[in-house]
């Protein structure tokens, strides 16, 4: 079995989806983090940062940064990229609304309290919810964009799996997307890797904390102290 290596913060973050589509391509992998500015540092003297970002994937003997990409190469070499270019198609298109509904999820640790993420994710739900149902029906085989799962799947349910940790009851009446976060929550890569030490917790103010500290940055402005990383 192919085993990799991703290298990032010490929390989920932007390479959480890369993790789900290591988990149902069953690719084994070890979380690598990045904990304090001289790690970074150091990880970027190293060369292996394409373009000196992170979420770092290594796998295949290839170097990979860039979160669509390291879901896109993992899809082609797992088979999860529909079976045809009108999937392929669909994929993508699924896969970037996704990105973009995922990204209120991404923010929701750093908002000011919970109250404030979790509307932000409620209009964002009411915006993305009907079309990605739309998609859903009528693609008719209980996926987004062909007969069996893709990863446009995969990236979606990652971030309603978010969204769900956040607001319990948000999928009670969008019946197309709880079936697909049971059934994608189900496959056995996914379900291992969720049940597994691998999963970071639910980010919080730890996790907030933990990037700015590495990255020497300002925390957001409610929170104490919020220059305490700042290089003076």
Same mark, same amino acid.
């Given at each position: 079995m192919?085993?990799?290596?991703?290298?990032?913060?010490?929390?989920?973050?932007?390479?959480e989806t890369t993790r789900w589509m290591l #988990?149902?391509?069953?690719?084994?992998?070890?979380?690598? #983090?990045?904990?304090?500015?001289?790690?970074?540092? #150091?990880?970027?003297?190293?060369?292996? &940062?394409?373009?000196?970002? @992170?979420?770092?994937?290594?796998?295949? +003997?290839h170097r990979l940064s860039q979160s669509s990409a390291m879901i896109r190469y993992l899809a082609r070499r797992g088979n999860l990229y529909g079976n045809n270019d009108t999937d392929a198609m669909w994929c993508d298109l699924v896969a970037g609304a996704a990105a973009d509904f995922a990204e209120v999820a991404l923010q #929701?640790?750093?908002?000011?309290?919970?109250?404030?993420?979790?509307?932000? @994710?409620?209009?964002?739900l009411s915006k993305f919810g009907p079309r990605f149902e739309a998609r859903i029906e009528?693609? +008719?085989? +209980?996926?987004?964009?062909?007969?069996? @799962?893709?990863?446009?799947d995969v990236v979606l349910t990652e971030a309603l799996s978010s969204y769900l940790e956040w607001c319990p009851d948000i999928l009670s009446d969008r019946p197309h997307l709880k079936k697909l976060h049971d059934t994608v929550t189900s496959h056995k890569?996914?379900?291992?890797?969720?049940?597994?030490? &691998?999963?970071?917790?639910?980010? +919080?103010?730890?996790y907030v904390?933990?990037?700015?500290?590495?990255?020497?940055r300002a925390l957001p402005p409610h929170m104490p102290d919020a220059d305490r990383f700042v290089a003076g």
């Open positions: 192919t085993a990799a290596t991703l290298t990032y913060f010490h929390g989920r973050g932007r390479a #988990a149902a391509t069953d690719v084994d992998f070890t979380n690598v #983090a990045i904990e304090t500015p001289q790690e970074l540092t #150091a990880l970027r003297a190293t060369g292996k &940062l394409p373009f000196d970002q @992170m979420p770092l994937l290594e796998i295949d +003997g #929701a640790a750093f908002k000011p309290s919970a109250t404030v993420a979790i509307e932000a @994710m409620t209009t964002c009528q693609q +008719g085989s +209980g996926f987004c964009a062909a007969d069996n @799962m893709t990863f446009a890569g996914v379900a291992n890797y969720l049940a597994s030490p &691998l999963r970071y917790p639910k980010p +919080g103010d730890e904390i933990a990037v700015a500290q590495v990255l020497q």
